[in-house]
């Protein structure tokens, strides 16, 4: 996640050294892109993500029961869960990383 930002800084930056139109467009599209990635990200099927709630209430249609609520609790937390380790695990990967660019 850092090195994103970091090269988002850097395209931004050269392309607003070089022309101010082709840096507005270098910062749009990258607001784009961005954007573009979130709402992917969001409909994973993870409980914590929207499309884990999409999963959750299809198998639920198809049942034709609601999970309890002790059960839905638990798959949120599986799912925040998830998601820790997945930032945990990009945070490592980008140390990692930036100490081997220092070397």
């Known amino acids: 996640m850092a090195r994103s930002a970091y090269l988002i800084g850097d ?3 050269l392309g607003l050294e070089s022309n101010r139109s082709s840096g507005l467009y270098a910062i749009l599209y990258l607001m784009g892109i961005v ?3 979130l709402a992917l990200t969001n409909l994973l099927p993870l409980p914590a993500f929207d499309g884990g709630q999409m999963l959750i209430a ?3 249609w198809i049942s034709q029961r609601q999970l309890r609520p002790r059960t ?3 798959l949120q937390l599986v799912g ?3 998601v820790v380790g997945m930032f945990i695990l990009l945070m490592v990967v980008d140390l990692r990383h930036f100490l081997m660019i220092r070397r």
């Open 11 to 13: 395209i931004t930056t």
């Open 58 to 60: 299809l198998c639920e």
């Open 72 to 74: 839905y609790y638990r």
């Open 35 to 37: 954007s573009i990635s």
């Open 80 to 82: 925040i869960a998830l």
